[in-house]
């Protein structure tokens, strides 16, 4: 059998407000996914609102229950 080519990823906000998205990339990859998305969550300084573009950076999946 084959080995997959892709990796499911978590990708955790840099906020540190616990918001999450979830990715695939390649298991060839030497790096770590970085990417900047909307956190609904974290709280904009400027404006005092909440929800703002934040860094996403690669974190691994727990292990699943069977």
């Given at each position: 059998?084959?080995?997959?080519?892709?990796?499911k990823v978590r990708l955790e906000?840099?906020?540190?407000?616990?918001?999450?998205?979830?990715?695939?990339?390649?298991?060839?990859?030497?790096?770590?996914?970085?990417?900047?998305?909307?956190?609904?969550?974290?709280?904009?300084?400027?404006?005092g609102k909440k929800g703002m573009?934040?860094?996403?950076?690669?974190?691994?999946?727990?292990?699943?229950?069977?």
């Amino acid at each position: 059998m084959a080995k997959a080519g892709y990796v499911k990823v978590r990708l955790e906000s840099e906020a540190g407000t616990g918001y999450r998205y979830y990715a695939k990339r390649s298991t060839r990859a030497e790096y770590k996914i970085r990417k900047k998305k909307y956190d609904p969550w974290a709280l904009n300084e400027e404006t005092g609102k909440k929800g703002m573009h934040v860094f996403f950076v690669e974190k691994k999946l727990p292990p699943h229950k069977k």
